[in-house]
């Protein structure tokens, strides 16, 4: 009995003659094609806070069900493009970049239940804390000298309790990448150290891992002060390295 063959199956052709690679067109459900014409109506007639059509008026400007209208709500609630309460209509949210941190929250903490992503963000914390404590030594006012000077000194003198010590730490860092004016650098770095809190109390419980950390983090203000960018960008990579190694030394006693 002869096999029969399978037909060839053409490969499209560009105008230019060279074959395409093949691709699939994804198909969006309906409430996906009813998120995206809401998101065109926002964009192009709503302020943050207005509250946008009921959903009886969505599912007759769109001719869909209820289900349509309710999944398309939700799933533009989980991007932080509107505010879904029980009883009212939604409302277009204030766009922040804090959102957009907050929206990703969830894969980080998976990414961080392995030693690899905690490897992984903590390398990214240092990268963008580099960055910027550069941009902080280069434009620096004198209030923010000011503001860092008065953190420093809290930071100081709360080396002897932990908790404390990690609230002025935090604040300290915090400051720095508020210098630069950028509003997604700081919610980034928020995020970034929010989802290290691991990391971070474990440092903490350390008194001679506090002293440490001031230290560096009175090297890291006299290069902001000089405005001296190289100076502070080696400061903070050694800060940042040395509070690593203590974390995962001192990690590996606790679950020893």
Known sequence: MKTRRQPKVREPISSSGKALPERRVKRQRLHEQVALQIEGIIRDNYKPGDPLPSERELMELFDV????VREALTLLSRMGLVVVRNGEKARVAE???KAMIDDLSG???LLLA???GIHHFQEARALLEIGLVRIAAQQASDKDLQVLRALLDDNRDSQND????LRSDEAFHIAIAKIGGNPIFTAVYTGVVEWLDDQRNISAKSLDGNRTAYQAHEKIYAAIAAHDPV??????EDHLVAVAERYWRMKA????
């Open 107 to 109: 894969v980080a903490r």
């Open 231 to 236: 100076a502070a960008e080696q400061a903070m």
């Open 253 to 256: 006693i606790i679950e020893a």
């Open 162 to 165: 932990s908790e404390a010590f």
């Open 95 to 97: 766009p922040t970049a």
């Open 114 to 116: 392995e030693a690899e």
């Open 65 to 68: 069900g209820r289900s349509a």
